[in-house]
């Protein structure tokens, strides 16, 4: 009995009569006498010895097991442990009496309530990643046609027999188009699809230059602090990075609905000890560049924080949000490689802590981006190749080049693009969708680029760069263009292309 790894404790009715080495541990004593001649009840709750005693009178057997019951063993110096008793009823001299094995399980309700918490923690990513690709999905067919809105209805304004009073609806229409491409750049963002292009950034800079705008979005009533911590040179998108810190005050305003002060600190933090981010994603120990956004509004409760990144997740009337702004948040901070820790309560405000990823030491720009305007005009007797397998946004980037004055080849995929030039002869420009069904447009470069190698080619994707490397369908020597597609920013982009054709 001594060397058993559970306590035992013998009860006679009234007192304990015996306690081996375990039991005088898990009390928290020092010697066998501060538990000999005690009352059991100063130790356990009387439900328990109860329960003992209506199993002996209920069943009669002096050696009947009483199933393992979970209690509350409270120790000498006033805490208490959980753990399980096992009881062996019996009768002495008449006395209802006990047999007691006590164990501690504390740590195995610890290890079960990480289980379960890594469980909810796996099903909560899982569930983020599966709406993320839906997301991502829905956003890519929206903004093709948006692209196809945004580009009929610029026709539309630029057709000198649309009556004058038929105009103010195309700019509505327009204006719709517009917002619904912002909202899908909030589902790319959230869905980790969104163009992305890293670069070296100054934290502190970044801060400074977007006060201005969040000090506007807070409004009357709301003050704005901004600490600015020493250097840190972060790497990140700086767009998207002035997204999220937006979005973060635009919550907060919300969370502040009769003032408050939103604080705003940068600097640069060193983690370790294994700190945990939302949907308990576990931070790797290092150096990163910190940004926290702490506001003095309502707060969160445990299970608005549980749901806070979910799109369209919202706690704002109806009409008065999409419930993107977070998402996007989450979504961004994946993309570029960064992590959030949220900390918030009722009534005590929120804070968002937002790990970025240090500059590494060489700084390598991406190409994947839409060119910068090009002053150049359109160079006589230029052919161009559009391919597209979306009919109503290969129309729309056909008559948007055909109205710049372009002689447009179309194919509604590579293999017929292929066919086209078997036909007409080498384009001037080549303007391809990235995925599309049977040859893609890397795969439809590689092919034409074989023939002739200073070919200049754009793509045309809804998808980040990143994703497009990780599908395997972007070629990094070339050039893609941003969907939704604008007629404008479209023949510029092709403009600049062509320039940079002649220039070399």
């Known amino acids: 009995m001594e060397l058993a790894p559970d306590g035992i404790l013998i009860h006679d009715g009234e007192q304990i009569v015996v306690a081996n080495a375990a039991a005088v541990r898990l009390v928290g004593a020092d010697h066998r006498d501060q ?4 009352p059991i009840d100063a130790f356990f709750h ?4 109860r329960a003992v005693e209506e199993q002996l009178v209920r069943s009669g057997d002096q050696a009947g097991l009483v199933p393992p019951v979970r209690d509350v063993l409270c120790r000498l110096d006033g805490s208490e442990i959980e753990v399980e008793v096992t009881a062996i009823p019996f009768v002495d001299r008449g006395r209802a009496s006990a047999h007691l094995v006590v164990r501690d399980i504390t740590e195995r309700l610890a290890a079960q309530a990480a289980a379960r918490q890594a469980e909810e923690f796996l099903q909560q990513a899982q569930k983020m990643e599966a709406v993320g690709a839906l997301a991502g999905g829905v956003a890519h067919e929206v903004n093709n046609m948006m692209s ?3 580009g009929f209805g610029t026709f539309l304004l630029r057709d000198p027999a649309m009556p004058e009073a038929r105009l103010p609806d195309v700019r509505q229409i327009m204006k719709a188009a517009d917002r619904a491409a912002v909202v899908t750049g909030e589902l790319l963002a959230f869905s980790r699809r969104a163009f992305h292009k ?4 100054d934290l502190n800079a970044l801060v400074r230059e977007v006060e201005p705008v969040v000090r506007r979005l807070l409004g009357e009533g709301r003050q704005l602090t901004v600490a600015l911590g020493g250097p840190c040179r972060v790497w990140v998108d700086r767009g998207q990075l002035e997204q999220v810190v937006v979005n973060l005050a635009l919550n907060a305003r919300h969370a502040m609905p009769s003032g408050g002060t939103l604080t705003i600190t940068t600097a640069e933090a060193a983690l370790e000890g294994g700190v945990s ?3 308990g994603v576990s931070i790797p120990d290092g150096r990163y560049g910190l940004i926290a956004v702490r506001d003095t509004g309502v707060g969160m409760d445990a299970a608005t924080q549980a749901r806070i990144f979910e799109p369209f997740f919202t706690t704002k009337p ?3 949000g999409t419930g993107l702004g977070l998402a996007a948040v989450y979504g961004i901070m994946e993309q570029n490689k960064g992590y959030i820790v949220v900390a918030s309560a009722p009534g005590r405000g929120t804070t968002f802590r937002l790990y970025l990823p240090l500059s590494p030491d060489a700084t390598v ?3 994947m981006e839409e060119p910068p305007p090009s002053a150049a005009g359109t160079p006589a007797g230029v052919t161009l190749l559009v391919v597209e397998d979306e009919p109503a946004v290969r129309a729309v980037v056909v008559r948007s080049l055909e109205g710049g004055g372009f002689h447009v080849l179309q194919a509604s ?11 007409e002869g080498r384009p001037d420009l080549v303007l391809t969708d990235l995925m599309m069904p049977g040859i893609g447009g890397t795969e439809l470069a590689r092919r034409l680029k074989a023939r002739w190698p200073d070919l200049s080619i754009l793509y045309m994707s809804g998808y980040s760069a990143e994703d497009l490397r990780r599908q395997g369908a972007a070629d990094p020597e070339c050039v893609t263009i941003q969907k939704p597609l604008r007629p404008e920013s479209l023949l510029r982009s092709v403009n600049a292309a062509l320039a940079a054709r002649t220039s070399k």
């Open 35 to 38: 538990l000999i001649g005690r």
């Open 46 to 49: 009387p439900p328990y010895l």
């Open 148 to 150: 196809v809105v945004l």
């Open 198 to 201: 890293p670069k070296v950034l």
């Open 277 to 279: 981010g939302y949907a």
């Open 318 to 320: 109806a009409g008065e």
């Open 365 to 367: 720009s991406e190409r």
């Open 413 to 423: 995929d590579g293999a017929m693009a292929l066919q086209v030039v078997d036909r």
